[in-house]
């Protein structure tokens, strides 16, 4: 009986003793949990804090440190160097591609702040201290959508025989279109959205771009596009003008989007607003199908006092694009958004007419560099017509001659033309008259600063130092060699009768060419250069 009472006793001193030590565990572990809690919380706090001040600071990253300071004491934190509290506000790009945030740089390509609070939390229960950190990063994606000498105006009857020509030879098909048609695609604009939404397949802008189509299928698509947007005030003949087009078009001719339209440093949701001009995305992708091929327009059906024939030879050496995106440079030095026009060679042969009984043959050739054009910085606002987007452009060289270019020179990009002198009138071999001349406009250079309403028609253009219509200053430069192999005329019996001949035809030969040569994104010796959208986007945390 004792030894049980003793056994009992040890017992109950046993679990006297585990009580004692779980207790002292249970204790010590609310109190760990009491301090955990309070660093999460504090941890939480500062988030918050950083969140807010990266969102704030964003708006204006000038002015990011003030900013994100009197964000961050507004949700109570204070910044102080004996407690340990600390505030680091960076200003810097954040690349969307490479999702990076990169630190610095030229003031005027910040589009991102960095903001980083440290403060020293202590513990209530254990000794000493523990440093809580938070950071947020804050992107405002501002983008805006640029062009470079893409546009065409007003058309009218003249222009409208030679966009027949051009386009009906992109196309691989006859067009007969009216002046009054080409004015409706000329005034006439698609959203990348809307086209995306009349796709039945594709519900992104990125796999709207990376969609292989053939043109004809880009053109149905974008009058289903349309056709869905009618309330929105599209005339029925666009929409029609576009059917038309998409079921003449060669079915070979096949492209895709983000060949031509730059988007890659561009958000899906802001890339989805751009509107693209109709006449531009049509020839503009025609042009990007054609990829090698030769345009060759004979015929164009010109009528002008003494010009017997007129053809025109075209060859793309770089097809032109319109871009989509963010203001600035990568770290490479590259400029995120940027656009070109067209370098192209063309040829044109013209017969002018008779003189002294044979028929003066007159060759030209044009050489247009590509222009280019790229997005500097954007400066939203309050109302959206008050933002501000500079765009830095340079205007292609421009090249034009009187004389014979060498016979692979439209067909051989890899190598450059020559041109010689030209025999424009040969009667019998008794009479000769040779002709050379070559003009050039060098590229012209500037900063353009634009302001709304930011669509088609805000455009501005740049020009080299060269100001005159290349085709007048080519006659003015027209050196002409007579050869009379013995005959008794005077050189004013030949050549004053010629350049009566020519004269006219050099004089409407720009205002004949520029809209061809503008729609395939062309201008001699001049860009216009066009900011057709701006997108002002909310700030949004990335990191």
Known sequence: MREASLLAGFQRGAISIMAAVGLSVAIGAALLAVDLGSLFHERRHLQTVVDNAALSAVNDPAQASAIALDAASQNGFVVDSTSGSALEVVPGRYDARARQFFP?????????????????????????????????????????????????????????????????????????????????????????????????????????????MTVGQLLELTARALERNSLLGVDADVIGTLDLLALRADGNLQLKLGDLIKTEFASGNQAAEARINLMQLIALSAQVANGEHFLNLPALGIDLPGLLKLDVALTLVEAPAIAIGPAGQDPQGNWLTSAHSAQARVKLDLLVGELLGGVVHLPLYVEAGAGDAWLEAIDCRYPRADSQVMIGARSGTARAYVGEVNPGAMSNRSTPATVSPATILNVLGLVTVTARAMVEVPAGNAR??????????????????????????????????????????????????LLALLSPVFGVLDSLLAPVLSLLGIQLGVADVTAFDLRCGAPQLVR
Not at 452 to 459: E, K, L, M, R, W
């Open 104 to 212: 610095g740089g030229a003031p005027a390509l910040h589009n991102a702040v960095q903001v980083t609070a440290r403060a020293q939390q202590p513990y209530f229960f254990a000794l000493g201290s523990r440093q809580v950190t938070a950071t947020a990063t804050a992107l405002r994606d501002d983008q805006a959508a640029l062009s470079i000498g893409t546009a065409v105006a007003d058309i009218d009857t003249e222009k409208s025989i030679l966009l027949n020509a051009l386009l009906g030879r992109l196309l691989n098909t006859s067009l007969n279109l009216s002046a009054v048609a080409f004015q409706g695609l000329v005034d006439s604009s698609v959203r990348l959205l809307d086209l995306v939404n009349a796709h039945a397949r594709i519900g992104t802008v990125e796999e709207l771009l990376a969609l292989d």
């Open 448 to 497: 353009l600063s634009f302001n709304g309403p930011f669509d088609s028609d805000n455009t501005q253009r740049i020009e080299g130092l060269a100001t005159a219509g290349l085709f007048d200053r080519l006659a003015d430069d027209l050196v002409l060699d007579v050869n009379l192999l013995g005959l008794s005329l005077g050189l004013g019996d030949v050549l004053s009768p």
